[in-house]
Nanobody
Framework: EVQLQASGGGLVQAGGSLRLSCVSY????????IGWFRQAPGKGREAVAC????????YYADSVKGRFTISRDNAKNTVYLQMNSLKPEDTGVYYC?????????WGQGTLVTVSS
């Protein structure tokens, strides 16, 4: 059974930092496009930061560029999202996602709340 377990969310003041982790069980990251998405209250889910397959280049939403960094440790089957200079608008549930061809897996989400 494939599982993605996200963790690291919490309550932080504006300007603070958090690091999210996503560990996979049942799949190997290599060959998967992996990313972080978030869903703010009352809004749709949006991509925050992703690794593509192939050259492994990374993508960031404009709203987080320069503040968030995605990284991965293939040996640990873990992907991270370092979030610095957090803003109240970063509040939401953060999900990790792994995609390879028709196989799509989502983690359970971890809540990030940024107070002003």
């Amino acid at each position: 059974e494939v599982q993605l377990q996200a963790s690291g969310g919490g309550l932080v003041q504006a300007g603070g930092s958090l690091r999210l982790s996503c560990v996979s069980y049942g799949i190997i990251w290599d060959g998967y496009a992996i990313g972080w998405f978030r869903q703010a209250p009352g809004k749709g889910r949006e991509a925050v930061a992703c690794f593509s397959t192939g050259d492994g280049s990374s993508y960031y939403a404009d709203s987080v560029k320069g503040r968030f960094t995605i990284s991965r440790d293939n040996a640990k089957n873990t992907v991270y999202l370092q979030m610095n200079s957090l803003k109240p608008e970063d509040t939401g549930v953060y999900y990790c996602k792994a995609t390879r061809f028709v196989n799509v897996y989502w983690g359970q989400g971890t809540l990030v709340t940024v107070s002003s």
